[in-house]
Nanobody, 128 residues
Framework: QVQLVESGGGSVQAGGSLRLSCAAS????????MGWFRQAPGKEREGVATIFSSGAYTYYAESVKGRFTISQDNAKNTLYLQISTLKPEDTAMYYC?????????????????????WGRGTQVTVSS
């Protein structure tokens, strides 16, 4: 079991920045990759970024490349998502998720069904 708790969301103006955090606890060694997802009202949950636990590989959705940066501090069991140049369309609930024991760059790393453990989310609201 892996427990995940997100934080760092808030209400910001367009053009601003936020850093989201995800604190992991439990059997964190059972997951080889972590991901960030978001879900806007009335829309499906979508993957935005993923990182291998080794830090050797990151992958981003095309829609966020250049503005989102995923990182981690393994000593603190914490995952981060730095979001810059926020846009109103970034408004969503942001979730972190823990992947399987083995992750590969050939896997569907941004698919919701790929991940087993989820946090409850942190809300990001961007005003124009």
């Amino acid at each position: 079991q892996v427990q995940l708790v997100e934080s760092g969301g808030g209400s910001v103006q367009a053009g601003g920045s936020l850093r989201l955090s995800c604190a992991a606890s439990g059997n964190t060694r059972s997951t080889a990759c972590m991901g960030w997802f978001r879900q806007a009202p009335g829309k499906e949950r979508e993957g935005v970024a993923t990182i291998f636990s080794s830090g050797a590989y990151t992958y981003y959705a095309e829609s966020v490349k250049g503005r989102f940066t995923i990182s981690q501090d393994n000593a603190k069991n914490t995952l981060y998502l730095q979001i810059s140049t926020l846009k109103p369309e970034d408004t969503a609930m942001y979730y972190c998720a823990a992947g399987p024991t083995v992750c590969s760059s050939r896997d569907p790393l941004l698919m919701v069904t790929y991940y087993k453990y989820w946090g409850r989310g942190t809300q990001v609201t961007v005003s124009s």
